[in-house]
């Protein structure tokens, strides 16, 4: 996915590449776009933040991002 850190909308939208593109309002700094990027997925698919994980690319604006949709998964 990639990320649009300090946008005036947030939200999410695919392109017509596949990419997935979050817009969140947080800065890239200290972590707390990641932490918006996560909260927002997390809204998204219905899940708590807590299942929502940076995987790869936790400094980049291209990050790998894993939701576990069940406790076991």
């Known amino acids: 996915?990639?990320?649009?850190?300090?946008?005036?909308?947030p939200g999410?939208?695919?392109r017509a590449d596949g990419v997935l593109v979050a817009r969140v309002a947080a800065p890239p700094v200290d972590?707390?776009?990641n932490a918006a990027v996560c909260?927002?997925?997390?809204e998204?698919?219905?899940v708590p933040k807590s299942?929502?994980?940076v995987v790869r690319g936790a400094r980049?604006?291209?990050?790998?991002?894993?939701?576990?949709?069940?406790?076991?998964?």
């Open 12 to 14: 999410l939208e695919r």
């Open 51 to 53: 299942r929502v994980t």
């Open 31 to 33: 972590g707390k776009a």
């Open 60 to 73: 980049s604006r291209e990050k790998v991002v894993r939701v576990v949709r069940d406790p076991a998964g």
């Open 1 to 9: 996915m990639r990320v649009v850190p300090r946008a005036r909308r």
């Open 39 to 42: 909260a927002l997925i997390a």
């Open 44 to 46: 998204a698919y219905g």
